[in-house]
DNA sequence: TCTTGAAGCTCTAGTGGCTGGAGATTGTAT
DNA sequence: ATACAATCTCCAGCCACTAGAGCTTCAAGA
């Protein structure tokens, strides 16, 4: 198995080659071996790992709950409820941006129309920045 | 009309201190003067522009759109289509991320409730995380 | 007026999660 | 043998702040 170079990987795994190595650093991954020149060599089980790491991060998990998971995902024996409660705090926070991002789309849709295309002086956009009370709902 | 420190502003725009000076120092906005010993000193149209930042900010545009929007504000016989044009830019990057968060509180859901409380091994937490396949809609 | 303590000042560094570039080296195809 | 792509390390920068060290100034009470 002579393994695959830096480039293969991110292309696998839709990454970046700095991101690969940043992640290197960070500890979350390393290469199974380097060439005699230092070129990083990776196997299949480097891109099952990687592409663990941007599958969560595409979810919006963070570096550190990721390390968690990652964590769990070696060692299958721990109970799961770990992994559970990371899942069910992130889908907490996510469903608040969701509300706010609600929220804000209502505001930015009522700015938008609002606008009649006139002159700054009267425009909806900038007078809805110019004070909080114009909005109407909080955010 | 002596002004207020830039605590009072603060406290008045619901900024910290420190968010203050960093708007000075990136040219967002400036004191009206300075005390005797070097202490900011700010009037009312700095509470309202800063308030306008914040706001906007809230509204998750960025510092450049904002110092786009602030120029327009500051000239209110300009055409109000400029301002028109990036709270439209903004609105659709909004709905983006909506669309994205959607799909994803619906993946960690089903993640979550998958999940047997049993031992890593068998958690679906992990292996959605694993591989994309496992996901219902694409993210 | 003096004192004290809060609030201000500048400057530097750190956050998260990458991203980009310089300049040197290595790998590979012809 | 050579050309050129890919990789290497190291360093700096991005955004929008945030925190802290170590100092000075201000405002209110005695």
Known sequence: MPGMAIGKLAV???TKVQTIRYYEEIGLIRPFARSEGGHRQYGPEDARRLKFI?????????IEEIREL???SDNPDTS???ADI???SHLEQVELRLKKLQ???KELKRMVEECGHGRVSHCRVIEVLSDHKHCGSEH
């Open 12 to 14: 696998i795994a839709a």
């Open 54 to 62: 941007r599958h969560a991060r595409e979810l919006g998990f963070g």
């Open 70 to 72: 990652l964590q769990l």
């Open 80 to 82: 799961c409820s770990a």
């Open 86 to 88: 990371i899942a069910r």
């Open 103 to 105: 929220a804000l789309r």
